[in-house]
């Protein structure tokens, strides 16, 4: 195939060596926050079957380091009722807390004395020790995601279109790695925008047979790639007039707001190509001069 059609093909995109690290590191970060959802879903299962209470002392956040910290000392409810103002806010200083400390004990104190439907009192125990031991493993997993993200900034810091890529509205230091990650730093790539957009799965397909016409979204992507394009443009709502002004057109044209999300995501991209292409950061007003003039 290679001697017969070869310029049928283009030879295989090679990313740099920083690429190459920013992808692992970033992909390993992405995994572990991930499995970090997977669990304190887990764990919040679980606490609602025993210790509801837990549930109104700390909310959804349960991988928060006040919660991580207090159900480790008191992972039943009879310990939770037993812990003193003082216990609680000497652990919340341990954790790191270093302000709101007898504020936020004292509301941790009432939550866990609250009334609350017991479990029956033989399998409490059985419930606390699957606690204790979710609540480890999240802690552990909460310090190594910290570990992954600043492997992931040091990575991404010394690539050299670092400051491109952080120009773009919606991208930090995290966002911005994975899109580079997932995109790659290959020159000759993508064709063109149109190549890119398609890649990033934005793009959307549009199907016509006879008088019907549907326009449909792509479902087969990247997911690493569409989740960070999609908080990419979620951020920029707040941060691009731009933005904002393209997103409100699709949604004055009867559009849902994931489709108009799309669309500026799709958007987006098609900008930092042309950034990507030129060398040059980006810019809100020619970006989006179109708008401008629109409006």
Known sequence: MVRIDRAHHRPVAGDSQIA?????????????IWSRVRQVN??????????????????????DRDALAILAVAPSPEQGR?????????VLR???????????AAKIKTALASEQLNAR???VPAYAASASALIAVLTTMVAQTEVLAEQVEQGFGQHPDVEIYRSQPGLGPILGARVLAEF????DRYLDARSRKNYSGMSPITRASGTKRVVLARHARNRRLGDALLRQAFSALQ????????????????????????????????ILHGCLASHTRYDEHRAWHDQAAAA
């Open 42 to 63: 887990a764990l919040r299962s679980l606490l609602r079957e025993y210790y509801p209470a837990a549930l109104v002392a700390f909310g959804t956040d349960l991988a």
């Open 94 to 104: 341990r954790a790191g807390r270093q302000r709101n400390i007898a504020v936020t």
């Open 20 to 32: 190459e690290h920013v992808k692992v590191a970033a992909r390993a970060h992405q995994t572990m």
């Open 121 to 123: 009192p033989g399998v």
């Open 184 to 187: 790659g730093d290959d020159p």
């Open 239 to 270: 941060t691009s007039p731009g933005a904002r002004a393209y997103y409100d057109q699709h949604r004055a044209r009867k559009a849902t707001h994931n489709q108009a999300l799309r669309a500026v995501a799709n958007r987006l991209v098609g």
């Open 82 to 90: 037993r812990l003193s103002q003082a216990r609680i806010e000497s």
